[in-house]
């Protein structure tokens, strides 16, 4: 069973525009969300993350929302830029575990 | 600050032989490795983890005879793929945890590409 699913599978939006990217999750013990990028052929970074404690995280221009209640969350990046192009993770542990659990990631192509 | 290096970068190995890549954990103590392997496709698998003086956990679908892990000391994890195949292609990433930094972050290193003819 997957334990993180992501949604959609690619995305294209225009220089300026939000691009929303969207997560769930199966199990409700899961108490940290980091998201991670990956550009072409480089290793996958850490982006943002966000504990159940907030349903909301913001940094810049990449804001994460969290409904704990559906277990869903996702990533909003407003005035997206093509320097956003990247495949963008959403992965899930409990922080006492060592061990993320990844979606299958959502590729973003921002068209200037 | 922390860093994770794996190495080599990429290798190339014939298929039924054998390749070994290696983590090395600067500026903290990686109490904890986990090793995972992207596909092409860019879908993570984790294949184990490894904690200092506790026995390497595998996931399902990856056994230690396939993919035995040495875990020696707080700064170095290396992982050997034996008879390796087609299916065994994809980037290995190893995510290190630990020391005083926050629980919370998991560095990982760039990744050995393994390729196979």
């Known amino acids: 069973q997957q334990q993180v699913r992501q949604s959609p599978q690619s995305l294209t939006v225009w220089e300026g525009e939000t691009a929303i990217l969207n997560c769930s999750y199966e199990d409700s013990t899961f108490d940290y969300f980091p998201w991670y990028w990956q550009f072409p052929r480089e290793s996958p970074a850490l982006l943002i993350a966000?504990?159940?404690?907030?349903n909301k995280k913001e940094d810049g221009r990449f804001t994460i929302f969290f409904n704990k209640r559906e277990k869903k969350l996702s990533l909003h990046i407003t005035d997206s830029q093509p320097g956003d192009s990247a495949t963008y993770f959403c992965?899930?542990?409990?922080?006492?575990?060592?061990?993320?659990?990844f979606g299958s990631g959502t590729k973003l192509t921002v068209e200037p | 600050g922390a860093l994770v290096y794996q190495y080599p970068r990429r290798t190339i190995c014939k298929s039924g032989t054998s390749m070994r890549m290696e983590c090395q954990a600067v500026g903290f103590q990686a109490t904890s490795v986990a090793w995972y392997r992207q596909s092409p496709q860019k879908t993570f698998e984790l294949i184990a983890l490894?904690?200092?003086?506790?026995?390497?956990?595998?996931e399902q679908n990856f056994t230690q005879e396939k993919f035995p892990i040495s875990h020696p000391n707080l700064s170095f994890s290396s992982m050997t793929v034996l008879n390796a195949y087609l299916e065994d292609r994809g980037l290995y990433l190893c995510g290190a945890r630990g020391g005083h930094f926050s629980n919370e972050r998991l560095f990982f290193g760039h990744g050995t590409k393994l390729s196979v003819l």
């Open positions: 966000i504990r159940p404690v907030s």
């Open positions: 992965a899930a542990t409990m922080s006492n575990y060592n061990v993320l659990y």
């Open positions: 490894s904690t200092v003086n506790s026995a390497i956990k595998y």
